[in-house]
């Protein structure tokens, strides 16, 4: 083993190769001793930097330019597919009018990126499997003490029919052995599954704790993210366990008498992990909710607001443009709807990337990289408010060229899975006219809509059946709607699965539980006209104000 990289000895200079290391070259990346340090920045090149060794690698390594080699390239141009490019490159003719991003700034935000997956794959993905594998091994440990039982049972039932009965039990206990086999390969093929799947996520927490530690630009943007496929979890296995069933001594029909041994049973449950919920703990409400921040977007009128990360957040009014601020105000990105049209709602998907629908195009549109597509387009149907919910479908409200009819319709990417329209007496489940209807997925995956017009917040549940179907209906509280009726507009739900509707009117935020009791209201934040809402990973309501374009953050937990 080379000393000068053993564990077990000092780190040496690489250029004398004797004397302990006091700095390092954060540029050429060489262990340097003070006597040596001077003849390695000796030869004038100006790009050398010399830092204390406890410091060394705090530099990043741009990648270099293909076009100007004596170049690094500190810039992305998004206009070309976010391709590298240097100082020169950008004054140049071919990238004249681009787009330019920082690439130290998109190292940074893909580098929170991946520790917060590691934290995801480490604390919620992760031991979720582990218990899942645990079950499965519990099961299979308890399968002998559960078959013995069968087998003492019908010893029992043996010893009262004496000799004459003893074929038949060897010919059931045989049929049990094979149930027991079938029970086991059962039990041990799903926990064969869950061990490979455990496998895979230690080798991408490997990989992650490379890139981690590394600082090479390049594999840390093209790093691609595991969430979304380790976060489908398998199928939850439940195997029932045969009974043996005696029945009364009967000479003449001895083995149909003896007893019953019924089949194996074996359920398969939907097993959902959901990562928006990073705290399982029981969270209460506040007595009095706190106003953390108040961030002044330059909306005339402001409609909507979507979390997007680390307190980041897009918003749209009035206008074409769609704005990204930070939780201090300032501006970080500005899209512009090309039908110069106002965009109906906003959304985020899992991938990150920016979601709006377009009333005039009839559209919902996709920007990703800086490119906006088209992902829907509808005929006969305009689409309003959006809902990326947990398993990444999209949900979109929509009313029909008459204003007649509203409806609720899934989408997976550009595909219609799910239409939610009627209850199961046929009536119409939502208003018909084109108002307002914010839709958001329940933790529990209730679909909830507020819709303005009924004056109501509308509850399914999706999973009873293709249509879905109604739990039940909010259509306000005494306490609060004395004296201005409850017109429902913004809608978002938080960890515990209650629900949080804005009240236009009466200034105010209903709190709900899961099954649609009122809890209690939020209005001592000086709210004018609550609009738009999201909670963030952490708790925190977000809510943008129609009347002066305000976003407040709100501490209600």
Known sequence: ????????????????????????????????????????????????????????????????????????????????????????????????????????????????AIADEANKLENVISPTYEEIALDLENQLADLDGGYEKLTTAMSKQGEQWHREIDIIINKMKAEISEIKVKHTDILQKHLDEIKQIQALIKQTLLAIDEIKKSTEVSPTIEYSSKIREFSKLPPKVKVTLPTFIPKPLDHEKLYNMFGQITPLSTAIEENVLSLNQPNTSVRELLDEPELVATIQTGYEKLLNVTYLNEDCFWTSGLTKDIKCFNIKGVLLHTISNKSEQRPSDIAVDSDGNLLFSDGISRTVKKVKNGQTEELIRLQGWTPGKLCVISDGDLLVTMFSDAKTQSKVVRYLGSTEKQTIQFDDEGKPLYSGNKNVKYITENRNHDICVADYEAGAVVVVNQNVNQNGKLRWRYIGHPSVTKKVPFNPIGITTDSQSRILTADYYNHCIHILDQDGQFLRYIANCDLKGPYGLCVDNNDNLFVSEHLNGNVKKIKFL
């Not at 080379?2 to 954060?26: N, W």
């Open 1 to 112: 083993m080379d000393p000068r990289s053993s564990a077990q000895d000092v780190h040496r200079c690489d250029l004398c190769e004797t004397a302990i290391v006091h700095s390092y070259c954060d540029f050429c990346h060489v262990n340097l001793c003070k006597p040596c340090v001077v003849d390695h920045i000796s030869d004038g090149y100006d790009k050398h930097k010399i830092v204390p060794f406890q410091e060394r690698r705090s530099t990043l390594i741009y990648p270099k330019c293909a076009t100007h080699s004596h170049k690094n390239c500190d810039w992305q141009c998004k206009n070309c597919n976010d391709i590298f490019v240097c100082s020169s490159c950008t004054a140049s003719e071919i990238h004249r009018g681009h787009i330019f991003i920082e690439v130290s700034e998109v190292y940074t935000t893909k580098k929170n």
